[in-house]
């Protein structure tokens, strides 16, 4: 059984890289003609796109390319790969990559549902979140993507502290994480609130 960071990971499957390719690529257009039929927006309203908005409370959070919550889609790939290799350790890195797209794309269909709006709007501090823009969406996807591709070529310890180093930064500068996220989205305490709030 090869380990998580072995390049032995990277043997193709069955699919021809072409076919492997037109895969991902369906899965993407799968994803953003859905977003689309809900009523997402292509770009942010505001009209313009951004490579980087930093701005959490604001209306254009999750509208452009990157923001703070894109290390939090890094992280999901970290984690996609490590479950998948273990759960399917004899299926090819394209195999596993596909299905984590397929995972994916099916969060971020959930993720920007009325429901789960109302959950972060009510339960968090994102009270200015309406959703993210379907370019956003994609991009989340493929920051997963490329964390799904560093767990196969850096060591596991390497991989891991970047995951916590990616935390402690974005907790730090935000006060929110992908830990944190998940905490409140599920079950929300008070006192995480205050403090996201700036009134603990």
């Known amino acids: 059984m090869t380990s998580p960071g072995s390049p032995a990971t990277a043997r193709f499957s069955s699919l021809s890289p072409a076919a492997a390719w037109a895969t991902g690529i369906a899965i993407i257009a799968l994803l953003a003609f859905i977003l689309w039929s809900m009523g997402r927006a292509p770009i942010c309203t505001c009209g313009t796109i951004k490579f980087w908005h930093g701005a959490v409370q604001s209306s254009e959070n999750s509208q452009h390319i990157a923001d703070w919550y894109t290390p939090s889609h890094v992280i999901h790939g970290f984690i996609f790969y490590g479950l998948l290799w ?3 350790p004899s299926s090819s890195f394209v195999t596993r990559l596909l299905l984590a797209l397929g995972i994916e794309s099916a969060w971020e269909i959930l993720e920007n549902t009325s429901m789960t709006i109302e959950r972060y709007r009510s339960a968090t501090i994102a009270l200015d979140y309406y959703g993210d823009s379907i370019l956003n969406s994609v991009m989340d996807v ?5 964390g799904f591709w560093l767990a196969s070529v850096l060591p596991v310890a390497v991989t891991v502290c970047l995951a916590v180093g990616m935390e402690l930064f974005t907790g730090y500068m935000i006060r929110d994480n992908l830990t944190l996220n998940v905490i409140m ?7 995480i609130k205050a403090w996201q709030s700036g009134a603990g």
């Not at 989205?185 to 006192?191: I, M, N």
């Open 185 to 191: 989205l599920v079950y929300p305490l008070d006192f």
């Open 86 to 88: 273990w759960l399917m």
């Open 142 to 146: 493929l920051a997963m993507a490329g």
